[in-house]
């Protein structure tokens, strides 16, 4: 499956991700998108207060979906270093940072059947991209796959806020007790924050404190202009 998703890498490279016209993985235009400012997107009743970089529309979303469906894997090195701009940024404004490294961060999970369909679990290798980003800047940090899921979960597209909720209730559960362990949850999109509050959940109850939240984009009506 590696194999097949380097194969589609190398026929789709010669095109943007972001626009679909400018020649290579993501021309300058659609890169600047991801390299803007990490800012607080609003309230997630549940988990910490969620942080991005951009909003999820036009090209973002374009590159989001092209990672995560049509197997542009070589996508996670841009997705991840934005990924860990918001994650340095949360951290900076948590009172309760770890101050010991190493930053631990935790991916939600995708399902099982999600990942056998695209070939690879685009969040966690997303996460390891933004790992490896923020070791280069100096900060000591981990991939930890804490969390995995126990039930089955209906597509979140077009479901309510309510329904949202009610989809993720219960639907994670942590893999192991994590007593005393400082974690930040991570995503590639916040639209009204039931993944990362489910996520906060799950991990609390297994004895963590979830102390930050981070994701690449936010829909438009959670990010601020």
């Given at each position: 499956?590696?194999?097949?998703?380097?194969?589609?890498?190398?026929?789709?490279?010669?095109?943007?991700?972001?626009?679909?016209?400018?020649?290579?993985?993501?021309?300058?235009?659609?890169?600047?998108?991801?390299?803007?400012?990490?800012?607080?997107?609003?309230?997630?009743?549940?988990?910490?207060?969620?942080?991005?970089?951009?909003?999820?529309?036009?090209?973002?979303?374009?590159?989001?979906?092209?990672?995560?469906?049509?197997?542009?894997?070589?996508?996670?090195?841009?997705?991840?270093?934005?990924?860990?701009?918001?994650?340095?940024?949360?951290?900076?404004?948590?009172?309760?940072?770890?101050?010991?490294?190493?930053?631990?961060?935790?991916?939600?999970?995708?399902?099982?059947?999600?990942?056998?369909?695209?070939?690879?679990?685009?969040?966690?290798?997303?996460?390891?991209?933004?790992?490896?980003?923020?070791?280069?800047?100096?900060?000591?940090?981990?991939?930890?796959?804490?969390?995995?899921?126990?039930?089955?979960?209906a597509d979140q597209a077009g479901l309510t806020a309510a329904q949202r909720a009610a989809n993720l209730e219960n639907a994670l559960t942590a893999r192991r007790p994590l007593p005393g362990r400082r974690l930040v949850v991570v995503d590639d999109v916040?639209?009204?924050?039931?993944?990362?509050?489910?996520?906060?959940?799950?991990?609390?109850?297994?004895?963590?404190?979830?102390?930050?939240?981070?994701?690449?984009?936010?829909?438009?009506?959670?990010?601020?202009?």
């Amino acid at each position: 499956m590696r194999l097949l998703n380097d194969l589609i890498n190398l026929v789709l490279a010669e095109t943007c991700a972001g626009c679909g016209l400018a020649a290579g993985l993501l021309c300058r235009r659609c890169a600047s998108r991801l390299e803007t400012p990490a800012r607080r997107v609003g309230r997630s009743s549940g988990a910490p207060c969620p942080w991005a970089v951009t909003v999820y529309e036009g090209p973002v979303q374009a590159m989001l979906v092209a990672h995560k469906e049509h197997g542009r894997t070589a996508l996670a090195r841009p997705l991840g270093a934005a990924l860990a701009r918001a994650v340095r940024a949360a951290l900076a404004e948590h009172p309760g940072a770890p101050r010991d490294p190493p930053v631990a961060l935790v991916p939600v999970p995708s399902a099982r059947s999600a990942v056998r369909r695209r070939g690879h679990d685009p969040t966690r290798r997303m996460t390891d991209a933004a790992v490896r980003e923020l070791r280069t800047t100096g900060m000591a940090a981990v991939r930890v796959d804490a969390l995995r899921h126990r039930r089955r979960v209906a597509d979140q597209a077009g479901l309510t806020a309510a329904q949202r909720a009610a989809n993720l209730e219960n639907a994670l559960t942590a893999r192991r007790p994590l007593p005393g362990r400082r974690l930040v949850v991570v995503d590639d999109v916040v639209t009204t924050g039931a993944t990362l509050a489910e996520a906060t959940r799950a991990l609390t109850e297994a004895g963590a404190t979830v102390i930050a939240a981070a994701t690449v984009a936010a829909t438009p009506r959670h990010h601020p202009p």
